[in-house]
């Protein structure tokens, strides 16, 4: 099992930055992808951008250009870095752990989210 942090957000100006944490914590080895997430008021959760546990990253097009994933420490901390920040930009944002774990001999897919961290984006 993994537990998932979120931290970070705050109230920035348009064109500002900001910088959210996730930090995992359990069985941090067995995690394959982290996934930033959000979720605006009165919308349904997107996508943001993921990192995998090679680095691999990718991101939804609205944010290219603008927001940077990483991540360091044994695959327990993920960051994302968000440039040039816009109002439409806020939202409650969530990390998810992807992970990969053994059960009953077979070895199945796991979700664990962070319970998000408010990104507010004045104009």
């Known amino acids: 099992q993994v537990q998932v942090v979120e931290s970070g957000g705050g109230l920035v100006q348009a064109g500002g930055s900001l910088r959210l944490s996730c930090a995992a914590s359990g069985s941090i080895f067995s995690i394959t992808k982290h996934g930033w997430y959000r979720q605006a008021q009165g919308t349904q959760r997107e996508l943001v951008g993921t990192i995998t546990r090679d680095g691999s990253t990718d991101y939804a097009d609205f944010v290219k250009g603008r927001f940077t994933i990483s991540r360091v420490g044994a695959n327990s901390t993920a960051y994302l870095q968000m440039n040039s920040l816009k109002p439409e930009d806020t939202a409650v944002y969530y990390c998810?752990?992807?992970?990969?774990?053994?059960?009953?001999?077979?070895?199945?897919?796991?979700?664990?989210w962070g319970q998000g961290t408010q990104v507010t984006v004045s104009s």
């Open positions: 998810k752990a992807e992970t990969l774990e053994r059960r009953y001999n077979r070895a199945n897919r796991y979700e664990y």
